[in-house]
């Protein structure tokens, strides 16, 4: 691993926050579209629903936070390049998912026409097969030492699976209708939402050579911003528009959904956010680092706290 | 690794194929009730899905080739259980999978109804791919070298992919109602159902020491291998009896999918899965191993290519 920033970090670190994001999100774009097979290979439907599902959308929050927390432990750039895509792959197909008429049944995400509504069911769900299969393809191809590449895999693999995101959701479904504690509430949406956030944040800093109190730091920014994400998620599903969001407001309400919202207020939920950004700020402050370092880090978890969308 | 084999594989050397197949199931069983969530836990629905779609059914001819491609290295039997469990998840899952409304709309699998039956359409999709992601976190915990458990991944990710049984059931969706020439039909059936075969005897080989011309051979064994259970299971839609199968036979000519009875006819399609078996069984004594060595698989191609259901 690098003891110095290399070049490319030098460079980025004048950048504005809106700057960075751009120049990471141009990247990600750029290796994502290399990454995920042709369209005009067969099988052509496939291909093309899952660069549909994945290219030319998103804010790329998680591959954000991957590059973020490599710079702070001077991983390199290519090595967090897997980082980012298994983890956007994984919530990309997600997403696919999720929006089929079985699940939350959506027309519409990132202002576009949801996956299945673009192409079929079948492929839909066939494309988050395939780029399940693809996330865990990169991971293995990242330019790390064999024991910190096989980390990679197991931190993705359970943040993907039951002690994870498809266990929030299976959560989520049970839930349906019914009364949550603040407690039950909190344990869906850090399985839900909240295991790949962090999976981005920690797999990021475990493609560098991260020392374990720098990594026990991170994993309670990981934990805090991941949750603050879910909470945000759901002031916004009730305070913003559909132009805002890119997909239907609202549907939680509708659904009969339990929110932060529905279960906490709106004040409340929101002072809950700012705790949580709070922690995250801490524990930043807990990894010893210089501020450059923990800089990027820092401005994505006041982002995510303060979106509009 | 170990180079002599292992007490347990010196028990089980005198035992008929029927015996040897039979501890072999008892041992998969056992370890996959282990390594699946308890329906105890929460959530409780999803991990009793992901149970239902796993244990106590199936021939389990995956785990069964790669233990015996395990035996035929000296492979530790520890060590194969995690590449049993991981292909036969990723099976299961694509079972699951397949069966939805939106795929195949099937009821009945292995004389017990499909999981979005027993549950929902939403949990099996859940249960799926959950069990995907299990299937990566069973193989970084297989005791081998970092860079031999590296390589299973990789494997296990190309033959679920776009590359493999994605891409194969993607091209049979493309497919559905269109004549394909026996090459496409081919092609389409070595990503669909091959390559998962396949995998599951070069995983098991990859969890012991393999020589690169024993892996070789290995490589044509599985390919032929691969081949020739899609062949005879399109043999047997034909043919076989419901109680047989288990599932509902003659549901391919009822789709109009094209298979290698109505591409070749069944005469063809016969001798075809015969001469599949000859190349399995020369590429075995390509090995150049000892007939006590590749005894096993051996007799697995037999069975293939001779069941009845």
């Given at each position: 691993m690098p003891q110095t920033p290399p070049q490319a970090t030098r460079e980025l670190a004048g950048l504005t926050l809106a700057q960075w994001m751009r120049a990471h999100q141009d990247r990600f774009e750029l290796r994502?579209?290399?990454?995920?097979?042709?369209?005009?290979?067969?099988?052509?439907?496939?291909?093309?629903?899952?660069?549909?599902?994945?290219?030319?959308?998103?804010?790329?929050?998680?591959?954000?936070?991957?590059?973020?927390?490599?710079?702070?432990?001077?991983?390199?750039?290519?090595?967090?390049?897997?980082?980012?895509?298994?983890?956007?792959?994984?919530?990309?197909?997600?997403?696919?998912h999720d929006d089929l008429p079985c699940m939350d049944d959506d027309v519409l995400r990132r202002g576009k026409p949801t996956v299945h509504v673009a192409y079929s069911e079948a492929t839909a769900m066939l494309a988050?097969?395939?780029?399940?299969?693809?996330a865990f393809a990169e991971l293995v191809q990242t330019p790390i030492a064999a024991q910190a590449r096989l980390a990679l895999v197991r931190e993705l693999a359970s943040a993907a699976g039951t002690a994870g995101m498809c266990g929030g959701q299976a959560l989520d479904l049970a839930a349906e209708g019914r009364q949550l504690s603040v407690a039950q509430l909190e344990q869906m949406h850090r399985l839900k939402t909240?295991?790949?956030?962090?999976?981005?944040?920690?797999?990021?800093?475990?493609?560098?050579?991260?020392p374990p109190p720098?990594?026990?730091?991170?994993?309670?920014?990981?934990?805090?911003?991941?949750?603050?994400?879910?909470?945000?998620?759901?002031?916004?599903d009730v305070e913003?528009?559909?132009?805002?969001?890119?997909?239907?407001?609202?549907?939680?309400?509708?659904?009969?959904?339990?929110?932060?919202?529905?279960?906490?207020g709106?004040?409340?939920?929101?002072?809950?956010?700012?705790?949580?950004?709070?922690?995250?700020?801490?524990?930043?402050?807990?990894?010893?680092?210089?501020a450059a370092r923990t800089q990027r880090l820092l401005e994505l978890a006041e982002l995510i706290v303060a979106r509009r969308s």
């Open positions: 994502a579209s290399a990454a995920l097979p042709q369209p005009t290979q067969e099988p052509a439907e496939l291909h093309a629903a899952m660069r549909y599902a994945v290219l030319d959308g998103g804010k790329r929050i998680r591959p954000l936070l991957a590059y973020a927390a490599g710079e702070l432990v001077l991983a390199s750039v290519e090595a967090v390049d897997h980082v980012a895509l298994a983890v956007e792959f994984v919530h990309a197909y997600s997403l696919v988050g097969d395939a780029l399940q299969a693809q909240g295991a790949l956030l962090r999976a981005a944040v920690l797999m990021g800093a475990g493609a560098g050579d991260t720098v990594m026990a730091a991170l994993e309670r920014y990981a934990s805090a911003v991941g949750l603050a994400f879910q909470i945000v998620d759901d002031i916004l913003a528009s559909s132009a805002e969001l890119g997909k239907t407001p609202g549907k939680d309400q509708a659904q009969n959904k339990a929110t932060y919202v529905t279960v906490l709106l004040a409340a939920a929101r002072a809950r956010a700012s705790q949580l950004l709070a922690e995250a700020l801490a524990a930043l402050h807990d990894t010893g680092l210089p």
